[in-house]
């Protein structure tokens, strides 16, 4: 059984009121799409900007509503998930934001940044909260003297590595990477990208890498999606979409997207 089964996801945004007070039309900007995601494999989810892709990755999290469609996690309904089941559900299935800098509270240290989920969710001793931050501020490469610091006080790639701690602290099952890089300088990118793949190994973890370049996500990707216009186009293994796509859309993403060196 897949860890993620969506099936026929669909999410329709209205574009706003005309003058006469009336909707004036809507967005389809996930339009009956279903993919599902083995265990322990990440699936590359790539597109342009504006074609769904973030969008779809919220849809399976659940941190924003279908329009229809439902997803399972691991035999169990996300979708009709409440209150306590709900939560159990969100311990398993975390993200990592694009922007590292806008998705950490300015107001907090980092101590509290990453351990925030422990409280909410664990209810640990304080004793343990502070063993497990440190846990997590090694494993993605930071110093734990860094835990007192404030967000600002950070470069971009060290924000996204306080990010991806945050993302671990509840032992989740699956992570989705919302372009976790395409902010960053390309030489940081293959950084965090190469953290990505240490952390998947040493914690078994199952991705969903969404972005818009295809060069990373062939070096990370056991499969391959292509979303245009809020539809799967193509969907395969990394080598059959990288060397011989299928879809003309794919074919205009690997001729338009410079190679990356990540070594």
């Known amino acids: 059984m897949p860890l993620i089964e969506a099936r026929s996801l669909t999410k329709v945004f209205p574009l706003g009121e005309s003058f006469l007070g009336r909707a004036s039309g809507e967005v ?22 504006g074609s769904g892709k973030s969008t779809m990755g919220r849809l399976i999290l659940r941190l924003i509503e279908p329009t229809s469609g439902t997803v399972n996690f691991a035999g169990h309904n996300v979708s009709a998930a409440s209150g306590a089941d709900l939560r159990r559900l969100r311990r398993d299935m975390q993200i990592v934001f694009q922007d590292p800098f806008g998705s950490l509270n300015p107001r907090m240290r980092v101590r509290d940044i990453v351990g925030e989920p422990l409280i909410i969710h664990n209810g640990t001793s304080s004793q343990e909260r ?37 993302a671990l602290a509840l032992r989740p099952k699956f992570i989705v990477c919302d372009e976790p890089v395409s902010a960053l300088d390309v030489s940081v990118a293959a950084q965090i990208v190469n953290l990505l793949a240490r952390l998947q190994r040493e914690y078994k973890l199952t991705y969903l890498f969404i972005s818009h370049s295809m060069p990373i996500v062939r070096y990370l990707a056991t499969r391959i999606a ?14 059959q979409i990288t060397t011989a796509p299928a879809h003309p859309y794919t074919r205009s993403l690997l001729q338009a997207t410079p190679e990356v060196e990540i070594a």
């Open 28 to 49: 389809r900007a996930v339009d009956g799409v279903s993919l599902d995601i083995e265990s322990g494999e990440t699936l590359g989810l790539v597109g342009e900007s």
């Open 130 to 166: 502070t063993a497990r931050v440190g846990e997590l501020m090694r494993a993605v490469g930071l110093d734990e003297s860094a835990l007192d610091r404030y967000p600002h006080e950070f470069s971009g790639g060290q924000r996204q590595r306080v990010g991806i701690a945050r």
């Open 226 to 239: 292509v979303m245009q216009r809020g539809r799967i186009v193509e969907i395969g293994s990394t080598e």
